[in-house]
């Protein structure tokens, strides 16, 4: 299972929502950052780094981290990196985790098997693989 105390390992904003068990939609209405803003940060298309210094201060609040949290967060990949299987087992172990599935050894397996698949099948690489094996596991 992910913790928050696991940044150093390629944690992301997405994974981090996750973890603290809430959504994009759920943190801007608690932190009054625009919604747009937080799915350009969650997408990857907005870097954290670029955020006006008032989104650098709700965001932490809300989610009771430190701002040096927040920004040690790796950016999301690039949905057209990925194929989509690899990206459903993502998000479907990222809604376990939210959700405080019972079942997460089941979906923690499933993503593993389609980060192998995918590495297997030349859909990503030794590189990208690993990385997301340290982010998850």
Do not use: W
């Not at 809300?62 to 790796?74: K, P, R, T, W, Y």
């Amino acid at each position: 299972k992910m913790s928050v105390n696991r940044y150093n390992y390629g944690m992301t904003f997405l994974d981090l929502l996750a973890e603290k068990k809430t959504t994009v939609y759920s943190l801007s209405v608690d932190s009054g950052v625009p919604k747009t803003t937080l799915t350009d940060i969650a997408s990857g298309k907005a870097d954290i780094l670029e955020c006006s210094g008032k989104t650098l201060l709700a965001i932490p609040k809300s989610l009771h981290i430190s701002i040096e949290e927040l920004l040690s967060l790796e950016r999301e990949e690039a949905k057209t990196l990925l194929p989509g299987f690899l990206l459903d087992s993502i998000s479907e172990y990222r809604k376990a985790i939210r959700k405080g599935s019972t079942l997460i050894d089941c979906y923690s397996d499933q993503l593993n098997s389609s980060i192998n698949v995918a590495e297997v099948e030349h859909l990503i690489s030794k590189e990208q693989a690993n990385r997301l094996r340290a982010r998850y596991f």
